[in-house]
C-alpha cells in the first residue's frame, strides 16, 4: 500500500468536485480528483443533461404534431424510445468523456477509485481492477459526494414497476400511464416528458400545491398545461403504498380523506434528494452533520475540522448543479490562499417543465415577510411578437421591485426560453439594479427578452405594449 501525497485531495467528480478540480489545477494546487463511479457525477450521468435531452426531444415531437398550423406538413410523427435513448447516451458519453480531458489538462491527477477517510487528513483509495490500495495524504479534503433519490415507505424502488429519476430516464418504451409521487421539479419535468409523449399523467402531490416554493403565479401555468394535456393533479394527497394486479400497478393514496385508487404502468417516485454523508468513513474525521446528513460549512465552505470543505448537495438546499460548481471554484481558490468567500446574493433556479419556469430573488411573499413595500411589473408572452413567432405564448414575465426604491428584488419567469432569460434578472439582482437599468437598457427586436425590458418598464408604469397600473413619474 503505498503513499501519496498531495496539497488537495477532492472526493465525487460532479458539478461540484471537477470544476473544483480544475480551479485548483489552474492555480497551481497539486490535486488530485478522486470518482468511484462515472464523472461528471448525477447532473450529466443520471440527472440535468439526460433529462433535458430527452425534454428537448418531446418538445420537437409535440411541435411537430401542430406544425400543419404553420403551413408544414411532414407525415405523422412517430417515437422510436430506443433510438432516443441512444442519441441521450451520446450526449452524455461526450460530455463526460470532456471532463478527464479537462481535469487532466489544468493539471490535476484524476483517480477512479472509491474513497474511504481514515482520518481527518487521511484517504484509503480502493481500485477495482484489482489494483493495490493507496493512501493519500492532503493538507486540504473537499467533499462533493452528491445526493441520490429519497425511497419513501411502500414504493421501494425496483427499476420496472417503481422507478426513481435514474430509471425513469432509462426507460425504452413509453408507458400508458405514469403515477408520480410528488409534484416538485423533478417529477414534473419527468412527468411530463412521458405526458406528451403519450403517457397519461397522475400527480399525487402532499402540499397544498405543486411546485413548492416556485412563484405560484407560474406553478398555476403548469397545472393548467397538465391538466390540458389531459392530466390529474390531486394535491392533499398522501400516498399509501401500491400492489400488483391483474398485470398493472395499482397506488393506493388517501385523498380528501379518502383512500382512492390509480392505476398505471410505473410509479415515478420523486419526493426529494438526500445528502450521500454515509459510507466512505466521514465519521472518523470529526466533521460536523445535521440530522438530515447534510454538512455544515461557513462562508468559506470550510467544516469544523480545518482543512476539510464540503461543496454541492452535501452542504445542503439549494441542490442545483450551478450552485454547486460556483461552491467547487470557490473553494478551490480558499486553499489557493485567496481570500474569497460564497457570497452570491441569489442563485437562479430553473424549472425545465411546460412551459419552463425560471426566478431569481425573491417572490412577493417573500420579499414582503422581510418588510418589504413592493411593486410588480408583469408582461404576458401573449402579446410578444416573438413568442407569437414560433408558437408558444403561454406565461409572463414578472418583475418583483422595492417600492420605496424600485430596486429589483426577484423575476420569475414562466413561458418559452424562460431558463435562458433568466440570466439577464440573475445579473441585475447580484449587481443590485434598479427597474430603470432594465427598462432603459434596448434589448433587440423581436426577441423573447423584450418581455424582460417591458416588464421592469410596468412595475415603473412606463410599459408600451401593455396597459400600466401604476401612472408614470
Same mark, same amino acid.
Given at each position: ?53 430527452? *425534454? ?112 425513469? @430516464? ?17 417529477? @414534473? ?7 406528451? @409523449? ?5 400527480? @399525487? ?34 400516498? *399509501? ?64 475540522? +480545518? ?39 441569489? *442563485? ?6 411546460? +412551459? ?87 434589448? +433587440? ?29
Amino acid at each position: 500500500m503505498a503513499t501519496i501525497k498531495k496539497k488537495a485531495l477532492v472526493i465525487g467528480a460532479g458539478t461540484g468536485g471537477y470544476p473544483c478540480a480544475i480551479r485548483l489545477g489552474q492555480l497551481g494546487v497539486d490535486a488530485m480528483l478522486v470518482e468511484k463511479d462515472k464523472p461528471g457525477g448525477v447532473c450529466l450521468n443520471v440527472g440535468c443533461i439526460p433529462s433535458k435531452a430527452l *425534454i428537448s426531444a418531446t418538445k420537437l415531437y409535440h411541435k411537430a404534431q401542430h406544425a400543419k398550423d404553420m403551413g408544414l406538413s411532414f407525415g405523422q410523427p412517430a417515437v422510436d424510445m430506443v433510438q432516443m435513448q441512444v442519441w441521450k447516451s451520446g450526449i452524455v458519453k461526450k460530455l463526460t468523456g470532456g471532463v478527464q480531458t479537462l481535469v487532466k489538462g489544468a493539471g490535476t491527477t484524476y483517480v477512479k477509485a472509491t474513497a474511504e477517510f481514515l482520518d481527518a487528513h487521511r484517504v484509503k483509495l480502493t481500485y477495482s481492477d484489482g489494483k493495490p490500495e493507496d493512501i493519500v495524504e492532503a493538507e486540504h479534503i473537499v467533499i462533493a459526494t452528491g445526493s441520490l433519490p429519497i425511497e419513501i415507505p411502500g414504493f421501494k424502488f425496483d427499476h420496472k414497476r417503481v422507478l426513481d429519476s435514474t430509471s425513469a @430516464l432509462d426507460l425504452a418504451t413509453i408507458p400508458k400511464r405514469m403515477v408520480c409521487v410528488g409534484g416538485g421539479i423533478i417529477g @414534473l419535468e419527468l412527468g411530463q416528458t412521458f405526458q406528451r @409523449l403519450g403517457a397519461q399523467l397522475v400527480v @399525487l402531490e402532499g402540499l397544498t400545491r405543486i411546485l413548492n416554493g416556485v412563484d405560484l403565479e407560474c406553478a398555476e401555468v403548469v397545472a393548467r398545461q397538465i391538466k390540458k394535456d389531459g392530466g390529474q393533479i390531486h394535491t392533499g394527497a398522501k400516498a *399509501i403504498g401500491w400492489e400488483e394486479r391483474n398485470g398493472e400497478a395499482v397506488v393506493k393514496a388517501e385523498v380528501g380523506g379518502k383512500v382512492v385508487e390509480f392505476p398505471c404502468d410505473v410509479i415515478l417516485v420523486a419526493v426529494g434528494r438526500r445528502p450521500v454523508s454515509q459510507g466512505f468513513g466521514l465519521d472518523k474525521t470529526g466533521v460536523k452533520v445535521s440530522q438530515r446528513g447534510f454538512i455544515e460549512v461557513d462562508s468559506r465552505l470550510q467544516t469544523n475540522v +480545518p482543512g476539510i470543505y464540503a461543496v454541492g448537495d452535501i452542504v445542503g438546499q439549494p441542490m442545483l448543479a450551478h450552485k454547486a460548481s460556483h461552491e467547487g471554484e470557490v473553494v478551490a481558490e480558499v486553499i489557493a490562499g485567496k481570500k474569497t468567500i460564497n457570497d452570491a446574493r441569489q *442563485i437562479p433556479n430553473v424549472v425545465f417543465t411546460e +412551459p419552463e419556469i425560471a426566478s431569481s430573488g425573491l417572490t412577493v411573499e417573500e420579499a414582503e415577510a422581510k418588510g418589504r413595500k413592493t411593486n410588480v411589473g408583469k408582461f404576458p408572452f401573449v402579446v410578444s411578437g416573438r413568442a407569437m413567432a414560433i408558437g408558444e405564448t403561454s406565461g409572463f414575465v414578472k418583475i418583483v421591485t422595492d417600492a420605496e426604491d424600485d430596486r429589483v428584488l426577484g423575476v420569475h419567469i414562466v413561458g418559452p426560453e424562460a431558463s435562458d432569460l433568466i440570466s439577464e434578472a440573475a445579473l441585475a439582482i447580484e449587481m443590485g439594479a434598479y427597474a430603470e437599468d432594465i427598462a432603459l437598457t434596448i434589448h +433587440p427586436h423581436p426577441t423573447l427578452s423584450e418581455a424582460v425590458m417591458e416588464a421592469a418598464k410596468h412595475a415603473l408604469g412606463e410599459a408600451i405594449h401593455i396597459g400600466n397600473t401604476k401612472r408614470s413619474h
